[in-house]
């Protein structure tokens, strides 16, 4: 009975601990385990853990911060992951202290593991022989060979959308080495450059990792050499995962970029946004002048086709199909069928506004109004699907289904010519 009795007033005293300074994370996720861990301080053994599994839409797991001398530990970590494969015990051991835990050294961690293989570069421009000059940005290095990711506006100067090397590049290591590099690869649309290096001996590299599970308030480092300041370290948050280039006031050919917070200033051009587990996840490339906290990145996933074009062809090639399309919503649907009854019933897909006359997309039979609900046999809602879907296919007829005006469904093939971006 006395057993019974301390272990109801030990639950009781984790209950108000976790009462006063609990913090609660929710998962996407359909179903997850929570697992609270609270240690208490004396009489009980400093490393002694209470873990509590109770079934929720998310996990959270929470660890202690000595607070002084108050009695009461202060709860400040959390992390965010799958039911585990086994049932959790409630056996007190100290090796259930969490070891990924969001904590004082997170963000530190995953700087340390990014930070050896950042690179300053500067690009000397020579006129007749006479430095007119100086241009400073960021880079990585993404393998042990020297090859060098980084901003294409840091490395090229570009006339319309044909670009030359700045000059010479000097590329300058975490510990103070200097190499010679030379422009592999540049895209002006993308703002992706590859630069390669040579070392006799392996240079450290950073990992690639995946920008698609981003959500904004995510937390992220940016890395980069900001007014020759090597070795810079900033933190934020994904403010906005797919902000649209027409959102800057950028015309051409749509693009998506990451928005964070963190301080991007002149010469971090270049250089990577990293998640918490030490991963690029993107290219920081732009800061809002008239604004603080407004940086953008490309995103890793968008950088890596661009990379893996270069690889295939030397360049990026680019599918051309004449078309102007808008993702459709149920406001924008409501709008077009209060001012047109027989617009489509659909619940989704891609509204075709405007055809371009001799285009790809005119000779196929595309009429202003039509609304792609199926592209290459796959079903789409979004014109980043499209996108996606098209890749580097150029000459290759694609089925596209569109439904017009009465509901009607219509099949037509559509052969996608390469961009001519000099236009």
Same mark, same amino acid.
Request: aromatic share 6%; net charge negative; glycine share 10%.
């Given at each position: 009975m006395s057993g019974i009795l301390r272990r109801f007033g030990l639950i009781r005293t984790a209950a108000i601990a976790g009462f006063g300074s609990a913090v609660l994370c929710c998962s996407a996720d359909d179903r997850f385990r929570a697992s609270v861990a609270v240690r208490v301080p004396g009489p009980l053994p400093d490393s002694l853990w209470l873990t $509590? @599994?109770?079934?929720? %839409?998310?996990?959270?797991?929470?660890?202690?911060?000595?607070?002084?001398?108050?009695?009461?530990?202060?709860?400040?970590?959390?992390?965010?992951?799958?039911? @585990?494969?086994?049932? *959790?015990?409630?056996?007190?051991?100290?090796?259930?202290?969490?070891? %990924?835990? $969001?904590?004082?050294?997170?963000?530190?961690?995953?700087?340390?593991? +990014?930070?050896?293989?950042?690179?300053?570069?500067?690009?000397?421009?020579?006129?007749?022989?006479?430095?007119?000059?100086?241009?400073?940005?960021?880079?990585?290095?993404?393998?042990?060979?020297?090859?060098?990711?980084?901003?294409?506006?840091? +490395? +090229?100067?570009?006339?319309?959308?044909?670009?030359?090397?700045?000059?010479?590049?000097?590329?300058?290591?975490?510990?103070?080495?200097?190499?010679?590099?030379? *422009?592999?690869?540049?895209?002006?649309?993308?703002?992706?450059?590859?630069?390669?290096?040579?070392?006799?001996? @392996?240079? @450290?590299?950073?990992k690639l990792g995946s920008s698609s599970r981003l959500r904004p308030g995510d937390w992220v480092i940016a890395l980069g050499c900001p007014h020759s300041l090597q070795n810079t370290v900033t933190a934020g948050i994904v403010s906005c995962v797919d902000r649209k280039s027409s959102d800057l006031g950028f015309s051409g050919m749509p693009r998506e970029y990451l928005q964070t917070d963190c301080a991007i200033n002149m010469g971090s051009s270049g250089g990577p946004l990293v998640n918490m587990d030490g991963e690029i996840i993107g290219v920081n490339m732009m800061k809002l002048t008239a604004a603080d906290g407004l940086g953008f990145s490309v995103p890793i996933d968008s950088a890596s086709k661009i990379i893996e074009h270069f690889k295939r062809s030397g360049r990026v090639i680019r599918p051309w199909l004449g078309l102007k399309m808008l993702d459709l919503n149920e406001m924008i649907i409501a709008q077009l069928k209060k001012q047109d009854a027989s617009f489509p019933n659909v619940s989704k897909g891609i509204l075709v506004p405007m055809v371009t006359p001799r285009s790809p997309g005119e000779r196929a039979g595309f009429c202003p109004g039509d609304v792609v609900i199926e592209f290459d046999g796959k079903p789409v809602e979004r014109v980043k699907e499209v996108i996606e879907i098209l890749g580097d296919k150029v000459g290759v007829p694609i089925k596209v289904v569109v439904k017009r005006k009465g509901d009607k469904l219509v099949t037509l093939t559509v052969i996608p010519e390469e961009a001519n971006l000099d236009i």
């Open positions: $509590f @599994p109770t079934l929720f %839409d998310s996990q959270c797991l929470l660890s202690s911060h000595k607070s002084g001398s108050s009695g009461i530990d202060a709860l400040y970590s959390y992390r965010v992951g799958p039911i @585990p494969s086994s049932d *959790v015990s409630g056996t007190v051991d100290d090796k259930s202290k969490p070891s %990924d835990y $969001f904590g004082r050294d997170t963000i530190a961690n995953a700087a340390a593991k +990014v930070a050896p293989a950042v690179v300053n570069i500067s690009t000397h421009q020579d006129f007749y022989g006479i430095v007119s000059g100086k241009s400073i940005g960021s880079g990585t290095i993404i393998n042990k060979d020297g090859t060098i990711l980084t901003s294409a506006h840091v +490395v +090229v100067d570009f006339m319309g959308t044909r670009g030359s090397a700045k000059g010479k590049i000097e590329v300058t290591l975490q510990d103070g080495r200097k190499f010679e590099g030379k *422009v592999v690869n540049a895209d002006l649309h993308s703002d992706i450059a590859i630069v390669k290096i040579n070392s006799e001996t @392996p240079l @450290p590299e950073a």
